[in-house]
């Protein structure tokens, strides 16, 4: 059991994701040559923008050791909501400002029962999932709305050369890693992750913190709704079903532990959800049957889950107190 | 519920008192109460949702018994899904067609699952419905539904898609999705060979669990094999009717071969993603322009429609609603009557394109639906 | 700088502190000794904020010093180490310092993260670390992670810091540091509160001592007039109210045949070459301070933690490596320190707990369903014998008992189960005086009816009370072993303290 | 304040609760009250039991089972692969059916035993596992089925499955089994134990991960056994079965009062649960309710009953 051997095991774990990646580059690049030209990852960086931006609201809350399996309603009941603006010729802008008002009251919904009555997370998203896509639905009458051109102008315009949804992924990704990384609050998620009681010791108001990570989530998928619905061009009733899956899948592939207190968003998280798609991509091209992409998807999420919990299985078992400090020990610490 | 809320905020606030000083405190705990007041409402609702319930629906039943003069039939109209324009036309058709007869129409929409479809119908059979109208989600799943139906002898009319062979007895009012398809495609490769190229194809194929789809897609192979020299299909995307799934599928497809240059969707409802991949790699050119995109599609709704007029479409092939609506009432009608009514009625539909736009318009589904 | 007065404290009924009243002058390190429950760590928790005491007040520099909280504490200028560090690991030293304090950007919510380093810095420097501020506190040494707390205690300016047993973890070098670094304190004028077993480090490092016993202060005073003797000899004394029943060497017909045998048991960095024989009948205590590695090795004997080398055999077949389900069939049982988590299913119902071992017994052949009828008069049976309060009906939730009841249906679990070799851990820890002698009359009756009884505990007139051999514990090694006759408080506790009490070297 | 304590706190709550609003709902909604109505909620409600009760015994372990609903389809579209007419492996085989049924049970324990496995030794939270194993397994029943529907099955197969009778006798079957296992057997006590504190279990001897594999396994099993009523009922395998059935499956045994927290659940009060849950969808969707505004009402009761159960977890003894 000497240290170096475990110090090489936890480098493996700790970047089992970016080991991943690497594989999956040589492996696709290898097969196909188009796979490696310049479009094509700005092509994947597009579609995987929308995930990316709901993974990144979905990592403060499993940095909280929580779970939000709500995002995929939100996302729908805000692009159910800007679709019926829209089409009843409201403006683009405060239709997009309703969505982001809407990410956040659902948001808030979420927040409320589990901050203040306590009720386990997972049952009460699981239940708003299902309180939003009713409602969605009940809104748009299972009818599939089609947007009006000025709206999809989010979806394919340029800005600079870059596609506008890179754009808006990486102002969200920025404001999220400045967050995460620079302020109090930030840091503050992360000491809540790690260990409420130490938390609540140390002075933080813990209930805050876990109402405000809901609320960051249901913004950030509102966002990712906008960016989702831009792309697509309509609202059909199956708009947003599974984007919680995929949400989960892009964070924990980033790193970001089940268990809380450990988890980035950059190179994390978004790598997370660039991965997923590039594999997506991959198989298209090398048209591989379709009906095969939920099995790798879910897959890879169960490794990288494995990958997680052995991580905090080992961490465990190296942190427990040692008895005999003195000398069989000294050999082995340095 | 809502004082104890209150008081707790308060306690909150000097409980978990941060380091801050004197000064803000008072501020903090604002956020924080306005934070819990603007939910109490929100939980109210919820609660409020429960108990209203049961009131809101007496109205609705009391006020549909009224009704005048010989006994007005009823009839029980179960759609699997309202997804595309081509479903809600229908249903807006049916609901006009209703009027007109003076029969009372239900409606029960599945959301796409076979088991709810089961019980929806149950209940209408449970009311005594004069007539039913399905459209099943999948062919073979719809096989009890028509026995329970037989078993009520109320007559039972499938819309649009057929039922697997068996010995249940139901009429089916379909369109000739074969044959609609292989015309369309016919003339869009005779437009193809015009430009005399040989041009790569991708198609965009439905559900396979839907016969329409297999239909489709048939009907598109068959049109290609006769013309190897003009079209050579290179991409088949499997859609399964989800917008998302043919979004990614078209634009890993132009990912593999740019050069597609003829595009087929087995229904028009997935023709905006079509649109914007095109846009995206600024390919989206009109008929007859240079570098233009040959682009074909099945229903005919507004989407398809306004393409045509903007001279973007080349064809579509248009299920012919409104006769497929009349021979389902007929046949109700008659089988009620005791007339005998035929196993299958197809709706032969045409092939619209820039041609014969301006004479065919009229009779297009998509053409009068408000966008 | 701070005074106790009249402070007295008691915990459903038992009497933890009493009447304790001594001064902490400023500037100066007051060393505090006292047995295991001698009250140390519930006088720091009241000191703290963690704890409010029944009677009795503090005075800070002349006012009322009543903490409700450890933040109160802290603002007020008090810091508390604990054993178990308070830090976060998965964020830097910086951040654990300023946490809720960070310094802002001008207006900005954002970190100003060049302050932070250069004053987290300064406070390295004074503490002797020379790790980069941004360094993650999971990449430290349990030393190093102490004089991080001891920094952030600093940052709080902190005018008194208690050190509650710092250098149980830590290494010979390590602890020099620490060391070096209150002194350099005390010369600041920071007033320290200094809490250890290591008595030579005590005399070296106070200025003034103050020593335990059963929550009353038996010996306090400037370090000149304390040496080694006096203070254990003061530690020891005869506790007036604890009465113990009567050990009498019944005759067992099994007596004296060996149940349990240990030889040669070693896991790195916990136990090393640990040996024992128990006898039928027999109850052999293991005296140990916190952190001699007595419930690790009890863990170890049942499974539930790994041994690398040495062999264990229960009634004469080896039980090495076998998961606990297969040792509690060769007759182990084992009674866990930590009741709440590890003994109970507080939810649960008393019946349910007791029979929770032994249901395999009561199934009826036929179809393999629990014979409910059998078990409930088993239950009623075992009640009996540990004499369980009776208010309490068998479907009533185990978490309304008492703490003594709550362990009498733990002893009740296994006392059902026919154990023959029974390990206490802390077996009479939080409970009142009362339940304590009921427990200690079962242990004689457990060990009348030919089980063998391995008792662990951290208080020594317990031990002498009740056992008829005691093994002592320092390190994880067995250092001494005496039998009843020749049971001696003073050289048992020198034991424990690495003393030997003539030559007094270590 | 007392009395209504009493009465939420009391087991059969739920029981009175469904007996109430079918009371008051009975007289407005058309044909509620009718006797092959009530034949239709009980066929529906069957299976929905089943699979409810294979929860249950997960939730009281401590832990959950999102798979249920991609057990069903793929045992759905085995069996049916199996006896199906034209091209399945036993196509007219006369021991087809029974061999069929026996694959179905043998996928819903294997793939049962796979999550209690993943759980237990693999350390993983139980929820991402079975998360995961249901996008995995729905997937790979659309992939083998390239998602298209068998159906053509043998009469002797729809006649079994789809018949309420036979549901009726097998349903009363299991929940006296599953009742005894809990409340009787060796098992059912370990497993209260384990949901308990599954630390003191481990200590006192319980095979910890040995019962926990067990609960799953039984969830997988049960699920396999509605999957045959399903299939039954629609006469085809499909695998898209029940895709939508997971708010009921876990809604109907939160509301019966099985706790989230562990240790807690019977079967009675799932049967409950399920009664409520389907008397509600059933006159909700007789009052011409749309689909989703019942999906919303579901959603709301459930949380309703979420927060009732951790007060009751949570108020004080």
């Known amino acids: 059991m000497n240290t170096r051997q475990n110090k090489l095991a936890m480098l493996v774990l700790n970047n089992a994701s970016l080991l991943l990646f690497a594989g999956v580059l040589t492996v696709f690049a290898a097969q196909s040559p188009q796979f490696l030209t310049g479009t094509n990852f700005a092509n994947i960086i597009v579609q995987s923008s929308s995930t990316a931006i709901v993974a990144i609201g979905m990592t403060f809350v499993l940095l909280t050791a929580g779970v939000d399996l709500s995002v995929g309603a939100i996302m729908f009941v805000a692009a159910a909501v800007a679709g019926k603006m829209v089409t009843g010729n409201a403006p683009i802008w405060p239709a997009l400002l309703v969505i982001l008002v809407i990410g956040v009251v659902l948001g808030g919904v979420n927040a409320f029962f589990i901050t203040r009555l306590k009720v386990a997370a997972f049952v009460v998203t699981l239940a708003t999932l299902y309180l939003g896509r009713g409602f969605a639905l009940w809104l748009t009458e299972t009818r599939a709305i089609n947007l009006p051109p000025g709206f999809l102008v989010l979806g394919t315009d340029r800005w600079l050369g870059l596609p506008l949804p890179i754009w808006i992924l990486a102002l969200v990704l920025g404001v999220a890693h400045l967050v995460l990384t620079r302020t109090p609050f930030g840091r503050q998620v992360y000491a809540v992750g790690q260990d409420v009681e130490a938390a609540r010791k140390a002075g933080i108001a813990t209930g805050r913190i876990f109402a405000a990570v809901y609320v960051i989530s249901g913004f950030c998928a509102a966002v990712g709704g906008i960016l989702s619905l831009a792309q697509l061009g309509a609202v059909s009733p199956t708009f947003g079903t599974n984007k919680e899956f995929s949400a989960i899948a892009a964070a924990v592939l980033g790193g970001t532990s089940l268990f809380g207190g450990r988890g980035k968003v950059f190179p994390g998280t978004v790598m997370g959800a660039v991965l997923i798609q590039t594999i997506e991509n991959g198989l298209v091209i090398l048209n591989v049957n379709p009906y095969f992409y939920p099995l790798l998807t879910s897959a890879i999420i169960f490794v990288a889950v494995l990958i997680d919990s052995l991580r905090a299985s080992l961490l465990a078992k190296w942190n427990r107190r040692w008895i005999r400090v003195e000398e069989d020990l000294i050999s082995n610490r340095s | 519920m809502k004082n104890i809320q209150i008081e707790s905020t308060s306690q909150h606030c000097e409980r978990d008192g941060l380091l801050s000083r004197k000064a803000r405190r008072p501020l903090q705990c604002l956020y924080w109460k306005m934070f819990c007041w603007c939910f109490a409402p929100i939980w109210m609702l919820a609660a409020g949702l429960l108990l209203l319930l049961p009131m809101g629906c007496k109205k609705a039943q009391n006020s549909g018994s009224g009704g005048s003069g010989e006994p007005q039939l009823t009839i029980g109209v179960s759609f699997e899904t309202l997804q595309t324009g081509f479903w809600v036309a229908s249903l807006d058709a049916f609901k006009a067609e209703c009027a007109k007869r003076n029969i009372k129409m239900i409606q029960a929409i599945a959301d796409g699952d076979a088991n709810r479809q089961i019980e929806q119908v149950k209940n209408f059979i449970t009311r005594k419905v004069d007539g039913i109208v399905l459209v099943p989600k999948d062919a073979k799943a719809c096989i009890p539904i028509i026995k329970a139906a037989n078993a009520a002898n109320i007559p039972i009319v499938l819309f649009n898609r057929p039922p697997d062979k068996s010995d249940a007895k139901s009429v089916a009012v379909v369109a000739d999705n074969f044959a609609l398809t292989r015309e369309t495609v016919k003339y869009m490769i005779g437009e193809a060979r015009k430009t005399g190229k040989k041009h790569k194809a991708m198609v965009l194929i439905g559900d396979l669990g839907d016969i329409n789809a297999i239909g489709r897609r048939d009907g598109f192979d068959a049109a290609v094999k006769e013309a190897p020299d003009v079209v050579e299909v290179v991409a088949r995307v499997p859609t399964e009717w989800n917008q998302e799934k043919a979004q990614a599928g078209v634009v890993n497809a132009f990912q593999a071969n740019p050069d597609i240059s003829f595009i087929f969707t087995s229904s028009d409802f997935l023709l905006p993603s079509i649109v914007s991949a095109l846009k995206a790699t600024g390919k989206y050119k009109k008929v007859g322009e240079p570098g233009h995109v040959f682009l074909g599609g099945f229903d005919g709704d507004a989407t398809a429609y306004q393409m045509l007029k903007d001279g973007y479409l080349d064809a579509t092939g248009v299920q012919d609603v409104y006769f497929e609506v009349e021979a389902c009432l007929q046949a109700i009608l008659d089988a009620r009557a005791g007339r005998p009514v035929p196993e299958t009625i197809t709706d032969a539909g045409f092939v619209i394109h820039q041609g014969n736009l301006k004479e065919k318009a009229p009779r297009m589904w998509g053409a009068n639906v408000k966008q | ?506 | 304040m007392a009395t209504v304590k009493r009465l939420l706190l009391s087991e059969y709550f739920v029981l009175f609760l469904s007996v109430a609003y079918f009371a008051a709902l009975a007289p407005f909604t058309p044909g509620l009250a009718t006797a092959d109505n009530l034949g239709n909620v009980l066929a529906t409600l069957l299976p929905l039991f089943i699979v409810a009760m294979g929860q249950t015994l997960v939730l009281i372990s401590g832990g959950i089972d999102l798979s249920v609903t991609s057990i069903i389809a793929l045992c759905s579209i085995t069996g049916a692969a199996i006896m199906n007419g034209d091209h399945g492996w036993l196509a007219g085989h006369p021991l087809a059916v029974p061999a069929a049924l026996a694959a179905m049970l043998l996928v819903g324990a294997l793939v049962g035993l796979a999550n209690g496995v993943a759980v237990t030794k693999l350390k993983m939270p139980p929820f991402i596992v079975t998360l995961t194993g249901m996008m995995f397994f729905s997937g790979l029943a659309v992939w083998l089925t390239q998602s298209k529907n068998i159906g053509n099955l043998p009469a002797a197969f729809n006649r079994i499955g789809g018949n309420t009778v036979i549901a009726f006798t097998i349903t009363v079957l299991l929940g006296v089994v599953a009742h005894l296992m809990l409340t009787r057997s060796l098992w059912g006590r370990w497993l209260y134990a384990v949901g308990h504190n599954a630390r003191t279990s481990l200590i006192s001897g319980v095979p910890v991960h040995g019962v926990v594999i067990g609960a799953y396994m039984a969830s997988g099993l049960l699920a396999a056994v509605a999957a045959v009523m399903y299939t039954g009922q629609t006469e085809s395998g499909s695998p898209v079965l029940a895709q939508r059935l997971l708010l009921d499956i876990v809604g109907a045994t939160v509301i019966g009062g099985t706790s989230l927290f562990g240790g807690r659940g019977k079967i009675l009060w799932t049967l409950y649960g399920v009664l409520f849950l389907k008397l509600m969808d059933n006159s909700l969707n007789l009052l011409d309710l749309s689909h989703f505004t019942i999906m919303m009402v579901k959603g709301a009761v459930i949380l309703f009953a979420a927060v009732m159960d951790t007060w009751r977890t949570r108020a004080p003894a």
């Not at chain 3, 004028?189 to 103050?210: K, N």
């Not at chain 3, 010996?219 to 003061?234: T, Y």
């Not at chain 3, 024989?277 to 052999?284: A, D, H, P, Q, T």
């Not at chain 3, 001699?292 to 077949?317: H, M, N, T, Y």
């Open chain 3, 1 to 506: 700088m701070i005074t106790f007065e009249g402070i007295t404290k008691s915990f459903g009924g038992v009497p933890v502190l009493r009447d304790v009243s001594f001064a902490v002058p400023p500037g100066r390190t007051v060393g505090i000794v006292g047995e295991n429950g001698a009250g140390k760590s519930t006088l720091m928790n009241i000191l703290g904020g963690n704890l409010q005491p029944d009677r009795g007040s503090m005075r800070w520099e002349g006012e009322v010093y009543a903490p409700r909280n450890p933040r109160d504490a802290a603002r007020r200028g008090v810091a508390f180490v604990h054993q178990e560090l308070n830090l976060f690991p998965n964020l830097s030293i910086a951040e654990n310092l300023f946490l809720t304090t960070f310094p802002k950007l001008g207006r900005l919510p954002l970190i100003d993260r060049a302050t932070l380093h250069r004053r987290t810095a300064e406070w390295l420097e004074q503490v002797g670390l020379t790790h980069p501020p941004d360094i993650l506190v999971d990449r430290l040494s349990a030393g190093e992670r102490q004089l991080v707390e001891i920094a952030k205690a600093l940052s709080l300016d902190a005018k008194l810091i208690i050190l509650d047993e710092p250098t149980t973890s830590l290494s010979a070098r390590e602890a020099e540091r620490l060391f070096a670094l209150m002194g350099r304190l005390r010369e600041r004028g920071i007033a320290m509160i200094y809490i250890s077993h290591t008595l030579p480090d005590v005399l070296r490092l106070c200025d003034e001592i103050v020593v335990l016993r059963d929550g009353e202060v038996v010996g306090s005073g400037p370090r000149a007039d304390f040496n080694i003797e006096r203070m254990i000899a003061l530690m020891v004394g005869r506790s007036l109210n604890q009465l113990y029943p009567e050990r009498r060497a019944a005759p067992v017909e099994k007596a004296g045949e060996v149940i349990l045998e240990v030889r040669g048991v070693t896991q790195p960095g916990i136990v090393r070459n640990v040996s024992m024989n128990l006898r039928c009948g027999e109850v052999l205590g293991i005296f140990g301070l916190m952190g001699a590695g007595r419930s690790e090795l009890a863990r170890i004997l049942f499974g539930l933690d790994p041994c690398e080398k040495g062999d264990i055999r229960v009634a004469g077949q080896s039980v090495f490596g076998a998961p606990p389900r297969r040792r509690i069939q060769r007759g182990l049982a084992f009674l866990t320190e930590n009741r709440r988590e590890e003994g109970l299913c507080l939810e649960a119902t008393i019946a349910e707990n007791i029979t929770l071992v032994s249901l395999r017994q009561y199934q009826s052949n036929r179809v393999g369903l629990l014979n409910m009828g059998r078990l409930r008069e088993a239950v009623n049976a075992i009640r009996g014998a540990v004499r369980l309060t009776p208010t309490a009906g068998n479907e009533a939730p185990v978490k309304i008992l008492s703490g003594g009841n709550q362990q009498k249906v733990v002893l009740a679990k296994w006392l059902l189960a026919k154990s023959g070799v029974l390990i206490l851990d802390e077996p009479t820890r939080g409970i009142d005086v009362g339940a304590k002698f009921e427990i200690y009359q079962l242990i004689h009756e457990l060990a009348d009816n030919g089980a063998g009884v391995l008792m662990i505990s951290s208080e020594l007139e317990e031990l002498t009370g009740i056992c008829d051999r005691l093994l002592v514990m320092r390190r994880g090694e067995i250092v001494a072993e005496l039998r009843r006759e020749a049971f001696d408080g003073e050289r048992i506790l020198a034991a424990a303290l690495g003393e030997t009490v003539e030559t007094g070297a270590p």
